[in-house]
């Protein structure tokens, strides 16, 4: 308790970091080349590495940091949040959430969970959905106003789908009141005008869903959302766990399966050779429990969470490319969403990856499918000096990163416990 009084969180707004900052780093990590370097020297001006090495002299006037003791790495990535949502959980209809909360409620929140997420490390997340009416564009556009700190936000807009969003056996005479969260589109000129609306309002991403109805997407349609999205520069994400709309998926090309928790070896070979990413959220058994079947969107916590597992398990040893996201939406009394996130270090630990591996579909891999890997990601010179430090070497234990006691974001200072001097 008392280390946690000693921690100092600097999250209301961020003044220009005018300094020059140089962190020494007992150890500084670099997941993207799996290596570790002893004794190293930070230097961090207007909020980009501008040197790093063994032998780097320091400033005249700059401040220094003293992380001797600690171990230094990239900030953290979540390829897969939902911010702004609170599902309600027990035997409540999915759409309960969205039905009850306004918008701007949801940005609120949005920007709570956010900063609660940079406070643990996690400096760069990409929110793929399910925020009103894009109430995550305006958390984003308010932290890089400056108005608050928060971590670096790639949000999706509305998520699209055939007819119904994620919602089934709405009678008729209610409408399609899901429009309030997701956009139908029925069609490959549907499909285009939903994509770019959600690129007009500034989505960085776009998320599809693929399987939560008995009607799926054509190859004709996911291709016609890739090439739309990809002329803007924007990845396509989607929402599928397995069979023929997984097939279909990976034919069309998109960037990133989201969940797969049922993909084949075959289908995880040709996510491999096609290069596409797997964010794999591989929900705890624990916290499967609590989300229940989520309203009929996922299969009883007894048939999903060893699935998970399994299909990680595969994935890793058939080399995908894996992404951490944790699509968390719920809360859980006296914790973080920050706290719940860090369980899912246990289930990729038991479906077989290093400690390394894991760091690396936190940072330099995520980097790469939020198109952030120009500026994030990895501690370089001219980088963004987004970085945490941890008190233990997490390629022991990655339970470490539970314990992160500082935490740089852009070269602003929002985490500073007690064993850094000054
Ligand atoms: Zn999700």
Not at 366 to 389: F, P
Not at 407 to 417: C, D, F, L, S, W
Request: proline share 5%; no cysteine; net charge negative.
């Amino acid at each position: 308790m008392k280390a946690l009084f000693a921690t100092v969180l600097l999250l209301l707004a961020l003044p220009a970091p005018a300094e020059i900052l140089a962190l020494r780093a007992g150890a500084v990590i670099d997941p993207s080349r799996g290596t570790v370097d002893r004794d190293q020297t930070i230097l961090v001006e207007n909020g980009v590495i501008s040197a790093i090495g063994a032998e780097l002299a320091v400033p005249a006037g700059a401040r220094v940091l003293d992380l001797t003791h600690e171990w230094v790495l990239p900030g953290l990535m979540d390829a897969h949040t939902h911010l702004t949502l609170t599902e309600v959980t027990g035997d409540a209809p999915f759409e309960s959430f969205y039905i009850k909360e306004s918008t701007s409620y949801r940005a609120m929140r949005g920007l709570h969970n956010a900063q609660a997420l940079l406070a643990a490390g996690f400096t760069t997340v990409r929110d793929i959905g399910n925020s009103g009416e894009y109430a995550m564009q305006d958390v984003r556009r308010a932290i890089e106003h400056g108005w608050f700190a928060g971590p670096t936000i790639i949000d999706a807009g509305k998520i699209i789908t055939p007819f119904g969003g994620q919602s089934h056996e709405i009678p008729p005479e209610q409408g399609s009141f899901w429009k309030y969260e997701y956009l139908d589109a029925d069609s490959v000129a549907e499909i285009r005008k939903a994509v770019r609306t959600n690129i007009y309002y500034g989505a960085g991403v776009i998320k599809l869903v693929l399987d939560n109805s008995a009607y799926h997407y054509s190859l004709e349609e996911v291709r016609a959302a890739v090439e739309e999205a990809h002329r803007a520069g924007v990845p396509v994400a989607v929402h599928v766990y397995g069979g023929e709309a997984a097939d279909t998926a990976i034919e069309a090309g998109v960037d990133s399966i989201e969940h797969g928790f049922f993909l084949t070896d075959a289908q995880l070979k040709k996510i491999h050779d096609k290069g596409i990413f797997l964010v794999s959220t591989d929900f705890p058994r624990a916290l499967l429990d609590v989300i229940g079947t989520s309203g009929g969107i996922f299969p009883p916590p007894e048939v999903l969470a060893p699935k998970i597992i399994d299909r990680l398990t595969r994935a890793h040893r058939l080399g995908v490319r894996i992404v951490y996201g944790s699509d968390i939406v719920m809360e859980r009394a006296g914790q973080t969403r920050a706290d719940l996130m860090f369980d899912y270090l246990a289930v990729w630990k038991q479906a077989g990856l290093t400690p390394m591996e894991t760091l690396r579909g936190m940072t330099s891999e995520a980097a790469q499918l939020l198109r952030v890997d120009a500026t994030r990601g990895r501690l370089a010179r001219g980088l963004a000096a987004d970085l945490i430090a941890v008190p233990a070497d997490p390629l022991t234990d990655i339970e470490a990163l539970r314990r992160v006691d500082f935490v740089m974001k852009n070269g602003h200072i929002v985490r500073q416990g007690a064993r850094i001097a000054p």
